[in-house]
T-cell receptor, first 112, second 115 residues
Framework: GENVGLHLPTLSVQEGDNSIINCAYS??????FIWYKQESGKGPQFIID?????DKRQGQRVTVLLNKTVKHLSLQIAATQPGDSAVYFC???????????FGTGTSLTVIP | KAGVTQTPRYLIKTRGQQVTLSCSPI?????VSWYQQTPGQGLQFLFE???????NKGNFPGRFSGRQFSNSRSEMNVSTLELGDSALYLC??????????????FGNGTRLTVT
């Protein structure tokens, strides 16, 4: 069939504001999740991860929240900077080694 | 420490040809995974190797194959190329065969264009 591009959700935020990027994952048996950042021309870069026995995990300027009841994952970026502009992917793992299922991604644009 | 290195960076091939892509993992990493990224399908898992053994395989035809060498370096091969194989092919390495202990670290990919 025709190769139609995925509709990539977009988010625009002012520099200095907080960003929240959401992800709905597909499998209730998934027990490990990672957020990746992908800049143009580069591969995905690890941001933060969380296991299913946790609801929240914090890193430097980033927080990941996991709601297993509704199969929802979010990434919060504090004090968003222009360098945060990129596509963000969530990835889920079903305890199958290093095989991950990736979401469609969200394009974040930071307005200076 | 050097990151994951993929070569070549860009490739242009003709339908029907075959292609081999190379990946050198982070030093000490023993697991290598391959993913295909396209605008239409996003990031999709191809296969994973650990200690020279294929552990998992995604839903791709047999034209896609790979291998891992004793030094953990990996190659993937695509035979009888089709236009739809045009994509960014990403290699990722991990310290172990379970990502809990070491998340995937990706290279910058090989951009394959099939004409």
């Amino acid at each position: 069939g025709e190769n139609v591009g995925l509709h990539l959700p977009t988010l625009s935020v002012q520099e200095g504001d907080n960003s929240i990027i959401n992800c709905a994952y597909s499998n209730s048996a998934s027990d490990y999740f990672i957020w990746y950042k992908q800049e143009s021309g580069k591969g995905p870069q690890f941001i933060i991860d969380i296991r299913s026995n946790m609801d929240k995990r914090q890193g430097q300027r980033v927080t990941v929240l996991l709601n297993k009841t509704v199969k929802h994952l979010s990434l919060q970026i504090a004090a968003t900077q222009p360098g945060d502009s990129a596509v963000y992917f969530c990835a889920e793992n079903l305890n199958t080694g290093n095989q991950f299922y990736f979401g469609t991604g969200t394009s974040l644009t930071v307005i200076p | 420490k050097a990151g994951v290195t993929q070569t070549p960076r860009y490739l242009i091939k003709t339908r029907g040809q075959q292609v081999t892509l190379s990946c050198s993992p982070i030093s000490g990493h023993r697991s290598v995974s391959w993913y295909q990224q396209t605008p239409g399908q996003g990031l999709q898992f191809l296969f994973e190797y650990f200690s020279e053994t294929q552990r998992n395989k995604g839903n791709f035809p047999g034209r896609f194959s790979g291998r891992q060498f004793s030094n953990s370096r990996s190659e993937m091969n695509v035979s009888t190329l089709e236009l739809g194989d045009s994509a960014l092919y990403l290699c990722a390495s991990s310290l172990t065969d379970t990502s809990y202990n070491s998340p995937l670290h990706f290279g910058n990919g090989t951009r394959l264009t099939v004409t």
